[in-house]
């Protein structure tokens, strides 16, 4: 899968990771645990996201800015509708106007995709037990096959046939992997739900985002089911749906807060500054009561008439 030596770097970069976790683990936990491996698997994960926070950051302020301009690109779009080129370059100088560009929303995101594919590759290789895989040798390819969760093989897929060649029941690998592939799949409903109160209710992916919360859960769930995906890869497959979600709903999660003194919206300062938000009230200081001296006596003090 992916075996192109272009990408060995990649590969090796990845395995490296996980070989440190590992390491980590193993003098925790024996390095035979199938614990071991299995948090060495999810703290893999754990460690590529956390690298891509910035460029995913990146991604939602490109697409937020953008989402701000889709009123003034319409009006742009409708009025050089017979001048493409025009359009094109008027476009562009909003774009850079305000930080952003086309690319800007799509470039962190296919950053994001040789990485996944690079640790999909590195999970999916522990295969033959007399071969290393990248920055694993023979003998620690050996100790991952061999290596149980809840008495199940970390290779072992629900599909798999012959599964009493290695020790266990179709029912027990089952146990293990359906809670996984439940739990990942309502992960995924819940992030494309999330993303779909993000999409504009007149953007062109509406449409097609409307099915997603249905068919993204529905292909984890019949690739769980009936193709080679092992606990491994279903580990991998949670642990990113969760920390999706998660990240998901930290960032894209509307803010109520009440605006404060000082803390205009853009919109409102574009349109008009401070006259925008309404007229500003004036608050006009209250006279000081004039205080009358007393005499010592107690008497008021009389005025004298000229």
């Given at each position: 899968?992916?075996?192109?030596a272009?990408?060995d770097p990649?590969?090796?970069?990845?395995?490296?990771?996980?070989?440190c976790?590992h390491q980590?683990f193993g003098?925790?936990?024996?390095?035979?645990?199938?614990?071991?491996?299995?948090?060495?698997?999810?703290?893999?994960?754990?460690?590529?996201r956390?690298?891509?926070?910035?460029?995913?950051?990146?991604?939602?302020r490109?697409a937020?800015?953008m989402?701000?301009?889709a009123?003034?690109l319409?009006d742009?779009?409708?009025?050089?509708?017979?001048d493409p080129?025009r359009l094109?370059?008027?476009?562009?100088?909003?774009?850079?106007?305000?930080g952003?560009s086309?690319?800007?929303?799509?470039l962190?995101?296919?950053l994001?995709?040789p990485?996944?594919?690079?640790?999909?590759h590195?999970l999916?290789?522990?295969?033959?037990?007399?071969?290393?895989?990248?920055a694993?040798?023979?003998?620690?390819?050996?100790?991952?096959?061999?290596?149980?969760?809840?008495e199940?093989?970390?290779?072992?897929?629900?599909?798999?046939?012959?599964?009493?060649?290695?020790?266990?029941e179709r029912?027990?690998?089952?146990?293990?992997t359906?809670?996984?592939?439940?739990l990942?799949a309502l992960?995924?409903?819940?992030?494309?739900?999330?993303s779909?109160?993000?999409?504009?209710?007149d953007s062109?992916?509406?449409?097609?985002m409307?099915?997603?919360?249905?068919?993204?859960p529905?292909?984890?769930?019949?690739?769980?089911?009936?193709?080679?995906?092992?606990?491994a890869?279903?580990?991998?497959?949670?642990?990113?749906?969760?920390?999706?979600?998660v990240q998901q709903?930290?960032?894209?999660?509307?803010d109520r807060?009440?605006?404060?003194?000082?803390?205009?919206?853009?919109?409102?300062?574009?349109e008009?500054g401070?006259?925008?938000?309404g007229?500003?009230?004036?608050?006009?200081?209250?006279?000081r009561?004039?205080?009358?001296r007393?005499?010592?006596?107690?008497?008021?003090?009389?005025?004298?008439?000229r």
């Open positions: 899968m992916f075996d192109i272009l990408f990649l590969y090796f970069a990845v395995s490296g990771v996980m070989w976790w980590l003098f925790l936990l024996g390095p035979a645990s199938g614990a071991a491996w299995a948090l060495s698997v999810v703290f893999l994960v754990l460690t590529l956390a690298l891509l926070i910035r460029p995913f950051l990146a991604q939602v490109s937020r800015v989402r701000e301009l009123p003034q319409a742009l779009r409708a009025r050089h509708a017979d080129a094109l370059r008027e476009s562009n100088v909003l774009q850079r106007a305000h952003v086309a690319a800007s929303t799509l962190p995101a296919l994001q995709v990485v996944f594919f690079g640790l999909l590195v999916t290789s522990f295969k033959d037990a007399a071969r290393a895989n990248y694993f040798g023979a003998d620690e390819v050996r100790s991952f096959l061999e290596a149980r969760l809840f199940v093989p970390l290779s072992a897929y629900l599909s798999m046939p012959h599964l009493d060649a290695v020790g266990v029912w027990e690998v089952a146990v293990v359906v809670p996984l592939i439940l990942a992960a995924t409903h819940l992030t494309a739900r999330l779909l109160r993000q999409q504009p209710a062109p992916l509406a449409g097609i409307r099915w997603a919360p249905w068919v993204f529905l292909g984890v769930l019949v690739g769980g089911a009936f193709f080679p995906f092992p606990v890869i279903l580990l991998y497959w949670l642990t990113n749906s969760a920390w999706t979600l709903w930290l960032v894209l999660r509307p807060r009440p605006l404060q003194q000082g803390h205009l919206p853009a919109t409102a300062l574009q008009g401070l006259a925008a938000t007229p500003a009230t004036r608050t006009v200081p209250r006279p009561a004039r205080v009358q007393r005499h010592s006596s107690g008497h008021r003090r009389s005025r004298r008439r």
